[in-house]
């Protein structure tokens, strides 16, 4: 049994209007074992399109290796764009070492609520998945549950976008409320693929040109958001 912890404190500054919500990075960036191309941050697995996608939108040009450079950069951009990054994951425990997020038992979910109440900036959190099991949005609408809140349907289409009430006081102290908007993206995940191929959307994208494809899909999509 391998106990996973999340390797990297939330990223957010005073600030943040954005914050982008997954579950946790592969084993190997709690281990330290990075592969050559991975970068010691948010995302940083090579083989995790995040930055990818971010890359292309804002041509960056970014660096995809261990050094500090590469994590400056990315840290730059996420401060100039007023972006946070704050998984709702703090651990869990995996029979085998991989990251699936199904894969995932005895999880501790991070106190997300209170990162907002003490972040009264954040507006919009960018779930970098749907509601599948285990995933962002699944944890999230539980988190919600054990203070009485739930997620309101905005637009059903993809990506779905929902929102919810927050009361911004802490200890009890009743202050300002703020509407949070949450949007689902599609995940970057190889998996999600399937289900990109079969959204209305992409069909008729990809009938008027065989060569577009998911990434292009998804970088439509992000640019929205990032």
Same mark, same amino acid.
């Given at each position: 049994?391998?106990?996973?912890?999340?390797p990297y404190?939330?990223?957010?500054?005073?600030?943040?209007?954005?914050?982008?919500?997954?579950?946790?990075?592969?084993?190997?960036? &709690?281990?330290?074992? *990075? +592969?050559?191309?991975?970068? =010691?941050?948010?995302? @940083?697995?090579? $083989?995790?399109?995040?930055?990818?996608?971010?890359?292309?939108?804002?041509?960056?040009?970014?660096?995809?290796?261990?050094?500090?450079?590469?994590?400056?950069?990315?840290?730059?951009?996420?401060?100039?764009?007023?972006?946070?990054?704050?998984?709702?994951?703090?651990?869990?425990?995996?029979?085998?070492?991989?990251?699936?997020?199904?894969?995932?038992?005895?999880?501790?979910?991070?106190?997300?609520?209170?990162?907002?109440?003490?972040?009264? &900036?954040?507006k919009t *959190? +960018?779930?970098?998945?749907? =509601?599948?099991?285990? @995933?962002?949005? $699944?944890?999230?609408?539980?988190?919600?549950?054990?203070?009485?809140?739930?997620?309101?349907?905005?637009?059903?289409?993809?990506?779905?976008?929902?929102?919810?009430?927050?009361?911004?006081?802490?200890?009890?102290?009743?202050?300002?409320?703020?509407?949070?908007?949450?949007?689902?993206?599609?995940?970057?995940?190889?998996?999600?693929?399937?289900?990109?191929?079969?959204?209305?959307?992409?069909?008729?994208?990809?009938?008027?040109?065989?060569?577009?494809?998911?990434?292009?899909?998804?970088?439509?999509?992000?640019?929205?958001?990032?």
């Amino acid at each position: 049994m391998f106990k996973h912890t999340h390797p990297y404190q939330p990223f957010i500054q005073p600030d943040t209007s954005k914050l982008i919500v997954g579950t946790l990075p592969p084993p190997r960036f &709690s281990t330290g074992e *990075l +592969l050559e191309k991975d970068v =010691n941050f948010c995302y @940083g697995s090579y $083989y995790n399109s995040l930055w990818l996608y971010i890359d292309k939108i804002h041509n960056l040009n970014l660096k995809y290796d261990n050094s500090q450079e590469a994590i400056d950069e990315r840290k730059a951009f996420l401060i100039t764009h007023k972006i946070g990054v704050c998984d709702i994951v703090e651990s869990c425990e995996r029979d085998k070492m991989d990251a699936s997020d199904l894969g995932m038992k005895n999880i501790k979910l991070r106190n997300l609520l209170g990162y907002l109440k003490a972040h009264p &900036s954040i507006k919009t *959190l +960018l779930f970098t998945g749907g =509601n599948s099991k285990n @995933g962002p949005e $699944y944890f999230f609408r539980r988190h919600l549950k054990d203070f009485g809140l739930k997620l309101e349907v905005v637009s059903s289409e993809v990506p779905r976008v929902h929102q919810f009430t927050l009361n911004d006081g802490l200890n009890g102290v009743e202050t300002t409320t703020r509407i949070i908007k949450t949007v689902s993206l599609t995940s970057g995940s190889g998996a999600a693929n399937i289900s990109i191929s079969k959204l209305p959307l992409y069909k008729h994208l990809k009938a008027k040109n065989p060569q577009f494809n998911t990434t292009e899909f998804r970088v439509m999509q992000y640019r929205e958001f990032f």
